[in-house]
């Protein structure tokens, strides 16, 4: 069963602390994965698209990276804007059938 | 560029009623996908239409269903509504920009089941 993992559930940081949240995925023939940024009560907004092993995007203070088993979005120097729940997503050749992880819920404090 | 348009965005309905939830993608899009959102369960996906036919479906119960019209404005439905059917259900319109797949969502339509 496909499956995407998202640690940790959930993240508090002081404005200008870096750090780093995992999406760790089992999804067979995976063809890419996804980062979005969810605000509550919105839908969640494209941040990247990830295809292949050693992939970099960045935007801003966020940085996403791909390896085959896990990705992950560093977050520098945060701004207490960044607080959101992060969500990645798996998706396949074919069609929109995204799996998702369960999130990371970002705070960061001033 | 308009962006995807979902209706309503807030209903209350009761247990064994039925629900019809519009969404119109981004002009020019043909792709659209439907998941639900729950604070248990996530985001999981419901189904995907493209030019008028479903290519994809979750794992839902046939209370579940939906349509493409020739516009590309989709529709879903839920019937027999239960508890467990609150909550926030958002459609996304894919596109290709500069060879990567972007998934754009739409705001979503929040339904509570009484």
């Known amino acids: 069963e496909d499956q995407v993992t998202q640690s940790p559930e959930a993240l508090r940081l002081q404005e200008g602390e870096s750090s780093s949240l995992n999406c760790s995925y089992t999804v067979s023939g995976l063809r890419g994965l996804f980062w979005y940024r969810q605000d509550p009560g919105k839908g969640p907004e494209f941040l990247f698209t990830l295809y292949s092993a050693g992939e970099e995007k960045e935007k801003e203070r966020l940085k996403a990276t791909l390896t085959k088993k896990e990705s992950f979005l560093h977050i520098t120097a945060p701004k207490p804007e960044d607080s959101a729940t992060y969500l990645c997503?798996?998706?396949?050749?074919?069609?929109?059938?995204?799996?998702f992880g369960g999130g990371t819920r970002v705070l960061v404090k001033p | 560029k308009a962006g995807v348009t979902q209706t309503p965005r807030y209903l209350i309905k009761t247990r064994g009623q039925q629900v019809t939830l519009s969404c119109s993608p981004i002009?020019?899009?043909?792709?659209v996908s439907w998941y639900q959102q729950t604070p248990g369960q996530g985001l999981q996906f419901l189904f995907e239409y493209f030019s008028e036919t479903q290519r994809n479906k979750g794992n839902f119960p046939g209370r579940f269903s939906g349509r493409q019209f020739s516009n590309s404005r989709s529709e879903m439905n839920v019937s027999t509504l239960e508890l467990g059917d609150s909550a926030l259900y958002l459609c996304?319109?894919?596109?290709?920009?500069?060879?990567?797949?972007?998934?754009?969502f739409g705001a979503g339509s929040r339904l509570t089941v009484l």
């Open positions: 997503a798996g998706f396949k050749a074919a069609g929109n059938k995204l799996t």
């Open positions: 002009s020019g899009h043909r792709s």
């Open positions: 996304a319109s894919r596109t290709t920009v500069a060879g990567a797949n972007v998934l754009t």
